[in-house]
């Protein structure tokens, strides 16, 4: 199954693409998604955004999924054709 994971923002400048298609097994996790992310991610997102050690998005950092901010967990399945839509932290004013 394909997940497509969406950047905005400073993001996007720092992934060097607006998205990336991830391939997974069927019935995959999220935590499945985000060990699959790391290794394209780690190098090139600061600490502020992504925690090498424990393999995520920092808390700062807004993930949305299937268009509801939050609402997942490590377990959560996801399905085929999802997008995870990842972005910085908003100000305004």
Known sequence: ???KV?????????????SLEVELPEGA???ELLDRLAPELEDKLGDWAWER???RFAPRIMVSRSKVVGGYEDDTVLGDG???LVFPPLAGG
């Open 82 to 84: 999802e997008e995870i």
């Open 29 to 31: 996790t999220f935590r």
């Open 1 to 3: 199954m394909k997940v």
């Open 6 to 18: 969406s950047f905005l923002g400073l993001l996007r400048d720092k992934v060097g693409a607006p």
């Open 53 to 55: 050690e424990a393999r």
